[in-house]
């Protein structure tokens, strides 16, 4: 009986593993579940405006395309804090509870006066539920939730460690200092900075959308400063670092305790936060820009969504356009 050559064998059972492989391939996609959040966008393309950033990140948790119809493979609802349409939304800002447009900061302040500040779960909800639709946001896209059980403890924890005690012995025993609080979306255009302030009261945040970026003093004062000579004023403890950079995410919380001293800012992506706070502050002025040095930095190579890429290049940037 004649044998096939060797050659022929291999290269047929090749053929069989392969097609094997294949049968097998189909029909797991076929069964698999699929949990889709979001569309597929395409391919990135650049849209005419400085605000209309493409997706330029993309995970491993990310959308993977399959050929014939770009099927969405199973995935976790995700927000992409980078494609904010700003020019969208700035062209019509919200109006939501008499809220006006964008002030001379390129900041709008959205209250929401029908919650008081002890009704955290009442506004996490409004949030989760509403979202930027029902305030006019529609134009910036889906916004980080508050709605799990982590994040709304991680917002307790916030509150916790500031000077009230916890939210619960707060809300109970401190109902004046909870009068005086208020809920607000605060959104933030890109490439905007405020002045060096102080805090006279707590605030606790949350970034629904986008990032806030802030120099922040290592150590903080303990009482009101004055509003001029902030490189003389503000606490230093004589050791060569004076503060940090912080960057705060979408999905991110953080807080500034009272009489707290920092400057905010924005890159690239813009920001939209919710805001426990008294909305307001005590500028400082710094015109020199003398505290925010960067070889005072406790860590000036932190990136930074601009050409500059890092704090320090930032700052060399700002000194170059200054001659």
């Known amino acids: 009986m004649l044998q096939p050559p060797p050659r022929l064998a291999a290269t047929a059972l090749v053929a069989v593993v392969a097609a094997f492989l294949y049968l097998r391939r189909r029909r797991r996609a076929a069964s698999e579940p699929v949990e889709a959040y979001c569309q597929p966008c395409g391919d990135d393309e650049q849209v005419g405006s400085k605000y209309h950033q493409p997706a330029l990140y993309r995970s491993k948790s990310a959308l993977k395309f399959k050929s014939q119809g770009a099927a969405l493979s199973r995935q976790s609802s995700s927000v992409n804090d980078d494609h904010l349409a700003w020019s969208t939304y700035i062209e019509a800002p919200s109006t939501y509870a008499g809220a006006s447009g964008f002030n001379a900061a390129g900041a709008q302040r959205i209250d929401l006066p029908q919650f008081a500040g002890h009704e955290f779960e009442r506004v996490a909800d409004f949030i989760d539920s509403e979202g930027g639709s029902s305030l006019g946001l529609g134009a910036l896209g889906q916004f980080h939730r508050l709605g799990t059980?982590?994040?709304?403890?991680?917002?307790?924890?916030?509150?916790?460690?500031?000077?009230?005690?916890?939210?619960?012995?707060?809300?109970?025993?401190?109902?004046?200092?909870?009068?005086?609080?208020?809920?607000?979306?605060?959104?933030?255009?890109?490439?905007?900075?405020?002045?060096?302030?102080?805090?006279?009261?707590?605030?606790?945040?949350?970034?629904?959308?986008?990032?806030?970026?802030?120099?922040?003093?290592?150590?903080?004062?303990?009482?009101?400063?004055?509003?001029?000579?902030a490189e003389l004023a503000v606490p230093d403890r004589g050791y060569p670092k004076l503060f940090?950079?912080?960057?705060?995410?979408?999905?991110?919380?953080?807080?500034?305790?009272?009489?707290?001293?920092?400057?905010?800012?924005?890159?690239?992506?813009?920001?939209?936060?919710?805001?426990?706070?008294?909305?307001?502050?005590?500028?400082?002025?710094?015109?020199?820009?003398?505290?925010?040095?960067?070889?005072?930095?406790?860590?000036?190579?932190?990136?930074?969504?601009?050409?500059?890429?890092?704090?320090?290049?930032?700052?060399?940037?700002g000194a170059r356009k200054k001659r």
Not at 171 to 191: D, G, R, Y
Request: proline share 5%; aromatic share 10%; glycine share 6%.
């Open 149 to 229: 059980a982590e994040r709304r403890a991680a917002w307790r924890t916030h509150f916790a460690g500031l000077d009230l005690g916890t939210y619960e012995e707060a809300c109970q025993e401190s109902a004046q200092q909870m009068a005086k609080l208020c809920w607000t979306v605060l959104l933030i255009e890109p490439h905007k900075s405020f002045p060096v302030h102080q805090h006279p009261d707590i605030e606790v945040e949350f970034v629904l959308r986008g990032v806030l970026y802030e120099n922040r003093l290592l150590a903080q004062p303990n009482a009101p400063l004055a509003e001029t000579a």
């Open 244 to 317: 940090r950079v912080n960057r705060h995410g979408g999905g991110d919380f953080f807080n500034n305790p009272r009489y707290s001293v920092h400057q905010s800012y924005t890159m690239d992506e813009g920001v939209v936060l919710l805001v426990l706070w008294t909305g307001r502050h005590t500028n400082i002025t710094d015109k020199e820009g003398k505290l925010w040095q960067a070889e005072r930095c406790q860590n000036p190579e932190c990136p930074l969504a601009c050409t500059a890429k890092t704090f320090r290049g930032f700052v060399q940037l």
